[in-house]
């Protein structure tokens, strides 16, 4: 399974770039984005020993591991963005330079989104070992 990095991005910047969008609304379409990457990147799963089947458009546990990938990956790329430019309208406006109080309080943001997916992970390896 190749996970596609753009693909997912640009998913969420789509959705985020509608007009009148609220964030209580974000949910339904995340869903979908998150059936598209299900289907594109990690599709049917099927155990014809135990007569298993898991759809990607249908399946919780497949749209949710593809939604889990949609929200980390946007997430991580764009504080990423934000630690790189600053993302600052007070202190840019006057100098043009990217603002690296800016980049610090994204940094900040970046390590801690980041950490919290590894401790996800770190934990999962964990609970297989024990
Ligand atoms: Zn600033």
């Known amino acids: 399974m190749n996970v596609e990095i753009d693909q997912c ?5 789509t959705i985020l770039s509608k007009k009148g969008l609220k964030i209580e609304d974000l949910h339904k379409e ?3 984005s ?4 299900a289907i594109s990147t990690i599709g049917k799963r099927i155990n014809d020993s135990c007569d ?5 458009e249908q399946c919780p546990e497949i749209v949710l591991w593809a939604l889990g990938l949609v929200c980390e990956i946007w997430t991580l790329e764009i504080l990423r963005q ?24 994204h ?16 934990r999962e390896d964990l609970l297989r070992k024990a």
Do not use: M, W
């Open 9 to 13: 991005v640009k998913e969420v910047d």
């Open 107 to 122: 940094e900040n943001l970046f390590n801690e989104a980041k950490k919290s997916f590894q401790d996800v992970l770190i």
């Open 30 to 32: 995340l869903i979908n």
């Open 52 to 56: 298993t089947e898991y759809d990607p």
């Open 82 to 105: 934000k630690t790189q430019e600053g993302h600052c309208y007070t202190h840019k406006k006057k100098t043009g330079e990217p603002c690296p109080i800016g980049s610090r309080f």
């Open 34 to 37: 998150a059936k598209r990457i």
